[in-house]
């Protein structure tokens, strides 16, 4: 999942979170390869009288809320059955391609995906800014940088690394990711910057999330793999480390040789090509759908710290913002 070109963000954003509720099957998409899932018979087959929209639900929050959104008003402002497909990045746009979803609403950046699809198959169109930037950094949390003022170089990590260590990082700091499946670049950074620390995953955005809620509430030091936007930052403020800084030069390096800090980007849509052409009233919503971070947080929380389900959430955010989602009928 690497992302490397001047408009993409960083080339680690597969994160796993809770489970995307919905009222249809969920169907799992596994693996990095591309599936041919054109020769399986579709596990949404709708009569002809019923619109549908499949939708790609990624696993973190922000994407679960994006999804949980634009379904509930495609359902009850223009009559859709809303879908909903939770895969992994790469074997989303292999499904986008092959028609099993219509639409991504958060996309990172894949230039491979895109030169694949976009430009050669022409199976894929872009849908349209989400109207959210996004960035992955280290970060530590903000009580422990305003003791510390150093620890925001990454140049003077290895000055407080014997205060970072875990059982799990043995003599070296902890510098903490989420899932094992993500491909990030951080064993590059931390073998190519020559620092003292050691990579340990948490195992999803969920208990990455838990874990720094922990450390909070103990006022313990961490430094974490992290991004924004996140509602999290609301509750455990946090000061990004400043590492060396990005340049295209640096992005196109082999991912073992990465040695700078990630990009920012403002996050992108994409359609199935066929369904743009076909979708009408609501491939059209679908690329007007648009909003603030702030919006997508505000969701975001309700389903990851709230509890709320992502329908009711989206229903909380739908009745307390008509001005904005109402723009995205017209």
């Avoid at 999804?67 to 008003?73: E, F, P, T």
């Avoid at 280290?138 to 690394?161: C, G, S």
């Avoid at 073992?256 to 076909?278: E, G, H, M, V, W």
Wanted: glycine residues 6%; contains cysteine; aromatic residues 10%.
């Amino acid at each position: 999942m690497a992302r490397t070109t001047p408009r993409t963000a960083a080339r680690a954003r597969l994160r796993t979170s809770a489970t995307v509720a919905s009222a249809a099957a969920l169907l799992a998409v596994t693996g990095c390869g591309a599936a041919d899932m054109t020769k399986q018979a579709s596990p949404f087959a709708a009569p002809a009288d019923i619109k549908t929209v499949t939708l790609s639900v990624q696993s973190w929050v922000g994407a679960q809320a994006n999804v949980a959104v634009a379904g509930k008003l495609l359902q009850d402002e223009l009559g859709y059955r809303v879908d909903l497909v939770q895969t992994d990045e790469v074997p989303a746009w292999d499904a986008l391609s092959q028609g099993r979803v219509d639409a991504i609403l958060e996309d990172w950046g894949h230039p491979d995906q895109e030169k694949l699809y976009v430009q050669d198959k022409k199976t894929i169109v872009p849908g349209g800014d989400l109207g959210v930037t996004g960035h992955i950094g280290w970060y530590v949390p903000k009580y422990w940088a305003d003791e510390h003022p150093d620890v925001t170089e990454w140049k003077n990590l290895d000055r407080h690394a014997e205060e970072l260590r875990t059982p799990e990082s043995g003599d070296k700091g902890q510098l903490m990711d989420g899932s094992p499946s993500y491909v990030t670049n951080d064993k590059a950074l931390v073998k190519n910057l020559g620092l003292d620390y050691k990579v340990v995953f948490a195992g999803s955005e969920a208990a990455q999330i838990t874990q720094i809620q922990q450390f909070a509430k103990a006022k313990k030091p961490f430094l974490s793999y992290w991004y924004q936007p996140q509602w999290l930052f609301n509750e455990v403020p946090m000061v990004e480390v400043k590492l060396p800084e990005y340049t295209d030069a640096c992005g196109a390096k082999a991912p073992a040789d990465i040695d700078c800090a990630y990009p920012t980007t403002p996050l992108q849509k994409y359609l199935n090509a066929d369904f743009s052409r076909r979708g009408k009233d609501a491939a059209a919503f679908l690329r007007k759908f648009s909003w603030s971070e702030r919006d997508q947080n505000e969701v975001s929380k309700m389903i990851a710290s709230d509890r709320l389900t992502p329908d009711e959430a989206a229903e909380r955010w739908i009745a307390r913002n008509p001005d904005i989602w109402k723009r995205w009928l017209d």
